[in-house]
């Protein structure tokens, strides 16, 4: 090997040699670095119930790291590490526990297992929360033993409102919770069934009733009375007009009740006179008729018969079911008249022309001063129509 050669042989070796010293030293560097990076303090927080602890650790076992912060687990208790990761770092604990559970607010039973929150006790009893379902406590809320913990599936309601039907979700909220959750406004007077503080529940109906007052003002009239006097100068029974009657006029205020658009009530409110009524004023007869004097009379079927009275006028029939009680209180049939009463006295014994002897039982609608003075009972309605109306003469017996 000549000197050149020899000496670029040995400028090869030196620079390997280099090389390797160079690696060695970048290694050597890589791997400080990545015990340094590893050994780097880590934030964790720590759940335990309503416990939450943040902690700066080395350790990288979550048992351990619970642990060198006073933390233990009972035999049921697990350490829920799922949430250990760079981004969150976060260890929970779940304390063994019992629990009721109820759904629907029905059936209620007890339920034994590790849970933090409410959303663990679902999660443990496979029931999942979908659209619309309550759960109560929130799935959010930290479970202590002993706690009832209610779950309210969605159901739905029909809201009859505005003369249309709209479904709704129900879940264990007031009727007036859920109208303000779907937008449907309420007026002070509106009326709503069921009441609004009652828990909708699915299949419900609500109906509301849309309801306002309106005050209104008419005129009305005022109606006239009718005042009797006695008059001596005309003759028994008849009547005579001394003060025709004249309505009146008054202003009256009401407050109309609409339920969804139709009145269906109104009030008087107050109510002023405008123009007061004219009493009409009738004179009644009290003279006796010279027709209705004492004497003696004879008819060929009932031969002579003594009497203090007679009157002559006008005598209709009536007919009343068989047991039926008159005005005097004895029951209707043959021979029990109907009189006026201010005239001849109940009980009073009469013959009347073409109907017999009789008696006053009843009060004659017409014996009041419009022409008649009898109404005659008889055995059926055809006899009544058959008897019509008829001028009779009617004695009052001794």
Known sequence: MDSKRYANHRGNKKGGKLILIALIVIIALAAVAVFAVANIPKD????????????????????KIIEENGFSLGAGDVLDSSQFNKENAVLIIKREMSVKFSEGGKETWKVTLAARTVSDVLHYLGKELEEGDVVEPADFEIVKPGDTITLYRA????????????????????????????????????VVKPAADTVAADGDTI???????????????IAFKTETKKDSTLAEGSKKVITEGKAGEKEVTYQIRYENGKAVKEKAL?????TKAVNQVVAVGTAVSPSAQKGETKTADTGAFQYTKKYTGIASAYYEPPGSMTASGMTVGVGRIGVNPKVIPYGTRLYVTGYG???????????????RIADLYMNSEAECEQWGIREVTMYVLE
């Open 44 to 63: 964790v927080t720590i759940l335990d119930g309503a416990t939450s602890l943040k902690v700066t650790t080395n350790e990288k076992e979550p048992q």
């Open 207 to 221: 109906t509301i009733t849309r309801v306002r007052f309106k005050t209104e003002t008419r005129k009305e009239e």
């Open 357 to 371: 002897y009789c008696v006053a039982a009843d009060c004659g609608w017409g014996t009041t001063g419009m022409g």
């Open 270 to 274: 107050s109510e002023k006179v405008i």
């Open 155 to 190: 159901g739905t309601a029909t809201v009859i409102v505005d003369g249309a039907k709209k479904e709704i979700k129900t879940s264990n909220k007031t009727i007036k919770q859920l109208l303000v959750e779907n937008k449907i406004a309420l007026g002070k007077d509106d």
